[in-house]
T-cell receptor, first 116, second 113 residues
Framework: QKEVEQDPGPLSVPEGAIVSLNCTYS??????FMWYRQYSRKGPELLMY????GNKEDGRFTAQVDKSSKYISLFIRDSQPSDSATYLC????????????????FGRGTSLIVHP | DGGITQSPKYLFRKEGQNVTLSCEQN?????MYWYRQDPGQGLRLIYY???????QKGDIAEGYSVSREKKESFPLTVTSAQKNPTAFYLC????????????FGEGSRLTVL
């Protein structure tokens, strides 16, 4: 079992829809949770960064963390064709036994397509 | 402009040849990372360096080598020992150690024929 599970999709939605992207994880030592957005043939860019359980909102994006269920979500309201990208969840174990503190572990990424 | 420059963007090589991918940054970040991305597989860590003249193996270091002689530069060599080198390679930096925020370059697509 991978430490971070993420459905690769693709997820296809009409413009204006609410999108829900999710990841589950197995390591309860993960403390920091991120969402990166990656456009085709580009490097990922950080979209959202959260520490505790609960919600964090930034414009049309809401990140939600449920540590008790080991489940994180990213919601996109009023989705636009420009939101079409791959969304990667990532999480951090601050001091893993293997060394290399604060290095994110990434999910596989979910491909999102928003069609006009 | 501040940023991370990876070159070349596309590279074709014959099987058995070593290849070096360049990563240069002018963000003054201490930590630098190399990831490999395959379709549907997410990002896998190859090597990382938290300071000049020091680097550590990541999860899939076999068949790769790196050096960190300057703060600005972290080249990755894909050797002939790497069994399946065709992939998208991403270089990243981190400005503050106690954070997960990575800044990525545009990537290098390596195809081995």
């Amino acid at each position: 079992q991978k430490e971070v599970e993420q459905d690769p999709g693709p997820l296809s939605v009409p413009e204006g829809a609410i999108v829900s992207l999710n990841c589950t994880y197995s390591n309860s030592a993960f403390q920091y949770f991120m969402w990166y957005r990656q456009y085709s043939r580009k490097g990922p860019e950080l979209l959202m960064y959260t520490y505790s359980s609960g919600n964090k909102e930034d414009g049309r994006f809401t990140a939600q963390v449920d540590k008790s269920s080991k489940y994180i979500s990213l919601f996109i309201r009023d989705s636009q064709p420009s939101d079409s990208a791959t969304y990667l969840c990532a999480m951090i174990h601050p001091f893993p036994a293997s060394g290399g503190s604060y290095i994110p572990t990434f999910g596989r990424g979910t491909s999102l397509i928003v069609h006009p | 402009d501040g940023g991370i420059t990876q070159s070349p963007k596309y590279l074709f090589r014959k099987e058995g040849q070593n290849v070096t991918l360049s990563c240069e940054q002018n963000l003054n970040h201490d930590a630098m990372y190399w990831y490999r991305q395959d379709p549907g597989q997410g990002l896998r860590l190859i090597y990382y360096s938290q300071i000049v003249n020091d680097f550590q193996k990541g999860d899939i270091a076999e068949g790769y080598s790196v050096s960190r002689e300057k703060k600005e530069s972290f080249p990755l060599t894909v050797t002939s020992a790497q069994k399946n080198p065709t992939a998208f390679y991403l270089c990243a930096t981190k400005g503050r150690m106690n954070t997960g925020e990575l800044f990525f370059g545009e990537g290098s697509r390596l195809t081995v024929l």
